[in-house]
């Protein structure tokens, strides 16, 4: 099988041509590099130096795509130069294959060639000395020092250089990459924690406001209608203040006004009332009111908003009957239980999206906690299935790497 050689790059190209043009101007003009007297000349005459220099300016076209084969031909080609006159342009060449094979060769090759070179320009200057005993046969190892070791290292250098500045630009990209995927999850939990907000401050009013609504359009009884209208109103009100202080959590506020009160667990006793409005028959069994200041403000908001949820679910799924919230604090958590009859109901009250459960399982998620919502078997025969909303939100500062949520309780089924 016949071996295919790379195509040469375009300025190995050049540099060949060059050095075969140089070196046949300097044969043309008659200047060699040694006397045909010499005594280590063997091919005298001029003819045979031409044969090492195009040998070489052919091994220039490989310096960059095969540098071994380039260095290991143009050294056999030095040799035989040294046995002719010479020329100076083999010699240059020579010290830029040399130069390409640490640059361009393998990585093995790159620690090898400055290693060997300098171990022959040692040996190249202390065996001639050590035979001859004169000052001249110093100037062996000068040669070979000139001819090997100085065009190795010079390539080890700048090859460390680049490799250095392609590691550089690795880390740059890498820092940049990870930026962006900084970026991305942030706007991703900004967008998630959001729409969290935007389900539980909006879904509560628009679901009264969809089943007041068909009541009233169902219903021939004055007094009836005036009544579904008139939550109707209270809760487009109500839905629309929501709406207001989202917008100006999301805009930016360039006065010095105060942001808008996020909800506490005081707001309860009001968010149960508004329930009550829409029909929901609602017990309320909150914490006591001295202990609300010890609950962190992240675990109130989370509270509120579950069992606003809780209770949105209620109004459009539960069947009739009493809706229980039960709050309290344990040693390091806030436990929280809704309690609302369960079955009965062919078709809910409301269209739902699952979206209240997925936020309510989030919100206690980032929190560190426990979270588990579905139907169970109820304690009162007039309620022999119930659907529980449970959640235990940790009081303390949760450490860093915690699990983003306990397992939950198994239940039989889980519906928005």
């Known amino acids: 099988m016949a071996l295919r050689l790379p195509r040469p790059h375009r300025f190995d190209v050049w540099a060949s041509l060059a050095g075969l043009l140089g070196g046949l101007l300097l044969w043309g003009i008659g200047l060699g590099m040694r006397s045909a007297d010499a005594?280590?000349?063997?091919?005298?005459?001029?003819?045979?130096?031409?044969?090492?220099?195009?040998?070489?300016?052919?091994?220039?076209l490989l310096r960059r795509s095969a540098p071994r084969i380039a260095l290991i031909t143009g050294t056999a080609a030095l040799l035989a130069d040294c046995l002719t006159q010479g020329s100076l342009a083999t010699i240059i060449m020579y010290t830029d294959l040399m130069y390409a094979a640490v640059l361009y060769g393998t990585p093995t090759a790159a620690r090898l060639l400055p290693r060997l070179t300098a171990l022959l320009t040692v040996v190249g200057t202390l065996v001639p000395y050590a035979l001859w005993r004169v000052p001249e046969a110093l100037l062996v190892g000068l040669i070979i020092g000139g001819v090997a070791f100085t065009p190795a290292s010079t390539g080890l250098i700048v090859r460390n250089h680049r490799e250095a500045a392609e590691a550089a630009r690795l880390r740059a990209e890498q820092t940049a990459?990870?930026?962006?995927?900084?970026?991305?999850?942030?706007?991703t939990a900004e967008r998630a924690r959001m729409a969290r907000e935007l389900?539980?401050?909006?879904?509560?009013?628009?679901?009264?406001?969809?089943?007041?609504?068909?009541a009233a359009l169902s219903l021939d009884d004055e007094d009836a209608s005036r009544n579904a209208l008139t939550v109707i109103r209270e809760n487009s009100v109500q839905g629309l203040a929501e709406m207001r202080r989202l917008i100006g959590i999301l805009r930016d506020r360039a006065d010095d006004r105060e942001p808008?009160?996020?909800?506490?667990?005081?707001?309860?006793?009001?968010?149960a009332e508004g329930a009550r409005a829409n029909g929901l028959?609602?017990?309320?069994?909150?914490?006591?009111?001295?202990?609300?200041?010890?609950?962190?403000p992240p675990v109130e908001?989370?509270?509120?908003?579950?069992?606003?949820?809780?209770?949105?679910?209620?109004?459009?799924?539960?069947?009739?009957?009493?809706?229980?919230?039960?709050?309290?604090?344990?040693?390091?958590?806030l436990d929280i239980r809704v309690v609302s009859p369960y079955g009965g109901r062919d078709a809910p009250r409301a269209p739902g999206s699952g979206a209240?459960?997925?936020?309510?399982?989030?919100?206690?998620?980032?929190?560190?906690?426990?979270?588990?919502?579905?139907p169970e078997d109820g304690s009162d025969p007039a309620r022999p299935e119930v659907w529980v909303v449970r959640a235990s939100l940790p009081l303390a500062d949760t450490p860093a790497g915690a699990p983003a949520a306990a397992p939950a309780p198994a239940f039989r089924g889980e519906t928005e």
């Not at 879904?203 to 609504?213: D, R």
């Not at 908001?301 to 069947?319: F, G």
């Open 39 to 60: 005594s280590y000349v063997v091919f005298d005459g001029r003819w045979p130096v031409l044969l090492p220099l195009a040998v070489i300016a052919g091994c220039e």
């Open 199 to 214: 389900h539980d401050m909006v879904a509560n009013h628009l679901s009264a406001i969809a089943i007041h609504s068909t």
């Open 281 to 296: 028959e609602v017990v309320l069994d909150p914490l006591p009111d001295a202990g609300h200041g010890v609950v962190p």
């Open 356 to 374: 209240g459960l997925v936020g309510m399982r989030e919100r206690v998620a980032l929190l560190h906690g426990t979270f588990a919502a579905g």
């Open 260 to 271: 808008a009160a996020t909800p506490t667990l005081d707001g309860l006793g009001a968010l």
């Open 177 to 187: 990459l990870l930026a962006e995927m900084d970026r991305t999850q942030a706007v």
């Open 301 to 333: 908001l989370a509270a509120y908003r579950i069992v606003q949820e809780a209770l949105t679910n209620a109004l459009k799924h539960a069947d009739k009957g009493p809706v229980t919230v039960r709050l309290r604090r344990a040693a390091d958590a």
